[in-house]
């Protein structure tokens, strides 16, 4: 028996080509996106994970938070700060700070600050994209914690025909609310 083939490593060589990446949510170098009143900030692509995965730290304020979606990806919230109700294939649950929950691709899912408070959640996304649709689809601002500026009724008009148009793409599928 030749013990070599045993003690062979079965992971690929390591990819000199990719580096550390420290990412800090207040630098000023990193997008921070202001998307339907909330503000979102990239801390990790495409790029920086090899496809694999996007982390974003996302701001929200009272009131705040998307409309009912899907998407092909997996999403995974951690809450750092405050609480959040979400809405999972229509059964509503509320996550606290310390508090960490998976929405499985394909799902229906919402989530809204129902609090006073502003919240503060990692999101991971596997595979990575979902950050590309909210660079495309939201609006630069200076800060982590700075709120869009209020869109007027034209410009929401605009981002939501946007927002239909740029899903598909991103594998994102927006549900209307129950009425």
């Known amino acids: ?19 550390l990446v420290l990412a800090l949510s207040d630098d000023g170098s990193l997008p921070h996106i202001g ?7 990239i801390l ?19 009131g705040g ?10 999403e995974t919230f951690i ?6 109700e979400f809405v999972f294939r229509g059964e509503a649950k509320t996550a606290r700070s310390g508090e960490t929950v998976h929405i ?3 799902a229906p899912h919402v989530f809204r600050n129902a609090s006073s408070k502003p919240v503060r959640l990692l999101c991971l996304c596997s595979p990575a994209g979902q950050e590309e649709f909210f660079l495309q689809l939201g609006v630069p601002v200076k800060s982590r914690i ?20 740029l899903a598909p793409k991103y594998k994102t599928e927006l549900l209307h609310s129950p009425e």
């Not at 990790?44 to 009272?62: N, S, V, Y």
């Not at 938070?65 to 997996?74: A, V």
């Open 79 to 84: 809450l750092m700060d405050g609480e959040l």
């Open 104 to 106: 499985p691709a394909n």
């Open 35 to 41: 998307i339907v009143g909330d503000t979102y900030t």
């Open 44 to 62: 990790l692509g495409r790029k920086d994970t090899a496809g694999r995965f996007c982390l974003i730290d996302m701001h929200i304020p009272p």
């Open 1 to 19: 028996m030749d013990w070599n083939l045993l003690t062979q490593p079965v992971l690929p060589p390591d990819d000199l080509a990719r580096s």
């Open 65 to 74: 938070g998307p409309g009912p979606h899907r998407h092909d990806f997996e």
């Open 146 to 165: 700075e709120a869009p500026p209020r869109p007027t009724p034209e410009q929401d008009e605009l981002f939501r025909r946007k927002a239909a148009e």
